[in-house]
């Protein structure tokens, strides 16, 4: 079935470092993908989205793009701040319309 | 502000007694979902509906139940049949079903047995 892997945590880097979050893909067809942010003791936010291959999604500084070649979506940030450091899901929706979701990985930004 | 609420935040039960988790949106939205998150397990899709008094089975419906007889409201059940409840409850919507369209989240429930 469809599934997501992403680079396992904590990934802890220092302020104005630059960020990858590795996501691969395995899904039938053509899956739309997604990558979603918590903050501590919240629900998940949408943070970018790509729905066919070679685009890119962006939102604040984080970009992402869909690479059908590799199935890969990773997540980048050219200069992260303390006030990133949330867990990031990677997600796709397949043929079964289900969002399907990564482990999800945790960035810590230190001062 | 339209969103979705989730309540409460924080929920302690005693082993054996069933509990209901609240979950209502004002996005006007026909699909709500249920989602369980466990520690580096992510999120597990419990129960959805598609549209008022329908709903399916996720991946990990055993011990759950759900109903859903106002758009607005989708409140979701964990039953004492439930083994292993303690967990992050997180009910999200969105205006279909379909892969284009964005799930917006809730706050969460964090629901512990003891």
């Known amino acids: 079935g469809d599934s997501v892997t992403q680079m396992e945590g904590p990934v802890t880097l220092s302020e104005e470092a630059f960020l990858t979050i590795n996501c691969t893909y395995t899904?039938?067809?053509?899956?739309?993908l997604f990558w979603y942010v918590q903050y501590p003791g919240e629900g998940l936010q949408l943070l970018l989205k790509?729905?066919?291959?070679?685009d890119k999604g962006s939102n604040k500084g984080f970009e992402a793009t869909y690479r059908k070649e590799t199935t890969s979506f990773h997540l980048e940030k050219g200069s992260v701040q303390v006030s990133d450091s949330a867990v990031y899901f990677c997600?796709?929706?397949?043929?079964?319309?289900?969002?399907?979701f990564g482990t999800g990985t945790l960035l810590a930004v230190q001062p | 502000d339209g969103g979705i609420t989730q309540s409460p935040k924080y929920l302690f039960r005693k082993e054996g007694q069933n509990v209901t988790l609240s979950c209502e949106q004002n996005l006007n939205h026909d699909a709500m979902y249920w989602y369980r998150q466990d520690p580096g397990q992510g999120l597990r899709l419990i129960y959805y509906s598609q549209i008022v008094n329908d709903f399916q089975k996720g991946d990990i419906a055993e011990g759950y139940s759900v109903s859903r007889e106002k758009k607005e409201s989708f409140p979701l059940t964990v039953t004492s049949a439930q083994k292993n409840p303690t967990a992050f409850y997180l009910c999200?919507?969105?205006?279909?079903?379909?892969?284009?369209?964005?799930?917006?989240f809730g706050p969460g429930t964090r629901l512990t047995v003891l």
């Open positions: 999200a919507s969105s205006m279909g079903q379909g892969g284009y369209n964005e799930q917006f």
């Open positions: 790509a729905t066919k291959a070679d």
């Open positions: 899904a039938t067809g053509y899956p739309s």
């Open positions: 997600a796709l929706t397949g043929a079964t319309n289900k969002l399907i």
